[in-house]
């Protein structure tokens, strides 16, 4: 099982150009999150949570800064090089569940269906154990569009620890939930966060920032509260 990769992010700046205009999203954004530690973004609509998170899954290179995974500097590498790095250490689960899946599978479909990546230095888990560990074994055969959003959820965190992550980015993970399935998520991935992975949510949801801990609060683009 993976033991987490520390991130650090060094004086982040990103600048995007739309129209003419240019907009500052990230404005010197520097943290460190231990590894198996957890980093929480707030932050209001427009704080720049989303650009965060895909500079820091490799998605998207800041215009200034560095991004470290363990001793590696995203920033510095190579599209082959991220690729590689980001299939063995990074999984990003993605706002809307169904985007992250497919409907028609089931849970262990889809699970599997995330393990497609093939190549050296790919851990796998298997899923009927991965599925049973998060306390999804109940639906692990149900097709995927029969589930509740909360089950949907759930089921696409599993499949982003298909491959077994250094590192869970997770992108607004409660947002149109009722109060009990986001409870359900949120124990989720506490239990995530406690084997071991580094998880990095962002939300604007402060019930999930409480619950989750290591807060980072973003405000313009600017680290305005630790
Ligand atoms: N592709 C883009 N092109 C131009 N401007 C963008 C782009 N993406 C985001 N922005 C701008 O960058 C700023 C930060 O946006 P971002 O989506 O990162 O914030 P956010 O905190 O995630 O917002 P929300 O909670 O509404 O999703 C905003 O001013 C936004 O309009």
Redesign the pocket.
């Known amino acids: 099982m993976s033991a987490g990769l520390p991130v650090r992010a060094e004086h982040l700046d990103?600048e995007?150009?739309?129209e003419g205009?240019r907009?500052?999203?990230?404005v010197d954004v520097a943290f460190q999150v231990a590894a198996g530690e957890r980093l929480t973004v707030v932050?209001?609509?427009?704080?720049?949570?989303?650009?965060?998170?895909?500079v820091l899954a490799g998605l998207q290179r800041p215009t200034g800064g560095r991004v470290l995974v363990g001793d590696q500097d995203l920033t510095a590498l190579s599209e082959t090089e991220l690729v590689t790095l980001r299939r063995q250490h990074l999984a990003v689960v993605v706002?809307d569940p169904r985007r992250n899946l497919l409907p028609y599978g089931t849970a262990v479909d889809n699970v599997r269906f995330a393990q497609r990546p093939a190549g050296r230095g790919v851990r796998r888990r298997d899923p009927i154990e991965l599925l049973r560990s998060l306390g999804l074994d109940a639906v692990a055969h149900d097709r995927v569009d029969r589930l509740s959003g909360g089950e949907r959820q759930r089921i696409a965190i599993a499949a982003g620890l298909a491959l077994d992550p250094d590192v869970l980015l997770v992108d607004?993970p409660t947002s149109a939930l009722d109060a009990r399935s986001r409870d359900e998520v949120l124990d989720l991935l506490e239990r995530v966060a406690g084997e071991g992975a580094t998880l990095i949510s962002?939300t604007?949801d402060r019930v999930v920032a409480d619950r989750l801990g290591g807060v980072l609060v973003?405000d313009g683009?600017k680290v305005v509260a630790p």
């Open positions: 990103h995007y150009e739309a205009e907009v500052q999203a990230l932050g209001p609509s427009g704080s720049g949570k989303s650009t965060l998170l895909t706002q607004e962002i604007h973003l683009g």
